[in-house]
Structures are given as structure tokens and as C-alpha cells.
């Protein structure tokens, strides 16, 4: 499902707001930063799964994913994402 969507991307790898079945074409406004953002976190899990799955890289996938949980400039541990 993963490897579709990134098929229906554009020329330079945007996603648009909808995508049009009937006319299989993206349709909306470019470029969603929210789309972009679902996109990103996807492969980053879909990444870290592989990882534990495999026993390569669990324990460095579940420190990213722990680092990552409070995400953001000025959580309560003082770090910038």
C-alpha cells in the first residue's frame, strides 16, 4: 500500500489535497504539508518495524521512537526536535 501511494505522486514528488479515482489524477491544492507529514512518519515506521522485526537496529528504533514521542522545540526535558 505503501509503495501506491508513493506511485501517485507528481513529477517532483508532491502530494495534492484528493485524489481523483474516477480520473486517476491528484487533484486540490499543492503542496500538502499534512500529506507530507503522514508520508514521512509512515516510512519512519514502516522502517523501525523492519528493524525490530529483524533484531537489527530494535533497540536504536524504539530510542528514535522514544526521542521522538515528545516531539517538538521545548518539551519538558529541554530538547529541540
Do not use: C, W
Amino acid at each position: 500500500m505503501f509503495e501506491r501511494l508513493l506511485s501517485l505522486r507528481n513529477d517532483v514528488g508532491l502530494l495534492a489535497e484528493e485524489y481523483d479515482l474516477k480520473a486517476k489524477r491528484l487533484v486540490g491544492n499543492f503542496p500538502q504539508a499534512l500529506s507530507h507529514v503522514a508520508l514521512i512518519n509512515t516510512a519512519h515506521h514502516l522502517i523501525a518495524s523492519d528493524q525490530a522485526e529483524s533484531g537489527a537496529g530494535a533497540g536504536e528504533a524504539q530510542r528514535d521512537g522514544a526521542a521522538n514521542a515528545g516531539g517538538g522545540a521545548g518539551d519538558d526535558n529541554g530538547s529541540v526536535a
